[in-house]
């Protein structure tokens, strides 16, 4: 139910206003002075304030300008005898959404006190929307304390306000599309779209006509005029997703429309101007195609303004336990239970596995046992078999490539033959080195350099 607030210094008043807003289902308080209203306002919460203008101490502008500076979502309405001008500009300028003259026809009134309520209802939602897109794509639930990913949040607060295109690369499931959202919206576009368009997905004529739209009859099953994605994304970013599956043909036209900002319909000879941010992300190797000619230098140079690397989960360990905490609170919130733990041992498995699939298949793993597990605390015997039997070494190695570092790979080598020691000889250390045919000092050493911890 609406709450009102209304001020006059004649009870008729107040009186009438009640009744009438009462019947028409809001709940209304009144006051007879102004100092009154502040007091209710501070005590209060109130949906909208209908005010006299003339009161025998402070005035309807002092409360306008109270309600305007505690509560600045308030819509205030001014009522006065004594219309000038001045006042009304005046009202207007310190925020007041409408000025009534009395004697004030009552039909009227109610319609603009709605109009106020309504008018602050959809602010309200407005905000709400762009705060819950903000935060879904705001660095808060993108999860990465590891010095890689810090790296790229700084790399993406730095880009997001101009428009070069942005290259993400990354193996699947690293948060390509995650990255790139976050790209856009931090920048000056987070109020347009963003639209996605994967390249893989599509034949290439069906791909075509996605980008660009096209006219009706342009082929067959073209029954209607249909407007490609690079419209419907003006003003906003593009994101082309698995870039690398595109054809040849293709290219060429992306490129044009990239480099002229234009674009053709399939099938029309219309030029139409578009102003896109192009994103693209790929998990293959652009390089390696380039060589085989399998995809356009001058298309690569053009997408390749910025590029960033999305590295493999295996290689920032340290960013699994908050995402172990990050997906259990998503998903047992999601299914309304209370939020499940997970036991050490858990943790150590999950560190020690090597996540082809990445952060989407750690989000799987958590998603899939808080659907079947009852028990509060997660442990072991919850998880599926593939995370406890450790693949051979030397299957999980890195392929030389996009953002390979060769220091990296050897240290997480390195961490990989501690763990399983230390797991071995149940966290005695002596038998742990002598496993590795180490001395004890540099295992001491490599413990603390990886700040691995210990598996008792
Ligand atoms: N840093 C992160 N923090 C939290 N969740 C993440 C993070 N990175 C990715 N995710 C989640 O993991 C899933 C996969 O991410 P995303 O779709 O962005 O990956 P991708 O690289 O585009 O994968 P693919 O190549 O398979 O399309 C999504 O559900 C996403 O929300
Ligand atoms: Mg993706």
Redesign the pocket.
Known sequence: MDKLLVIDDEQSILDLLKVVFEKQGYSVKSALSAEKALKLLDEDEFDLVLTDVKLPQKSGMDILKYAKKTKPDIPVIMITAYGTIKQAVEAFKAGAVDYVLKPFDVEELKIIVKKGLKERKLKEENVLLKKELKERYSFK????KSRP?QEIFGLIDKIADNDSTVLIT?E???????AARAVHFHGKRKDQPFITVNCGALPENLLESELFGHVKGAFTGAVAHKKGMFQVADKGTLFL?EIGEMSPKTQVKVLRAIQEKIIRRVGGTEEIPVDVRIIS?T?QDLKEKLKQGDFREDLFYRLNVITFH?PPLRDRREDIPP?VN?FLKKHCDKTGIPMKRVAPEVINVFESYHWPGN??EL?NVIERIVAIEERQTLTKKCLPDELLTPPEHGTQDQKIGPGFELDRVLDNQTVRYIREALSRSSGNMKKASSLLGINYRSLRYLIDKHSIKEER
């Open positions: 639930n993108m999860i990465g990913m990354g699947s499931g690293t948060g390509k599309e995650m997703d992300a998990n999305m995402l990050h952060i989407r989000e």
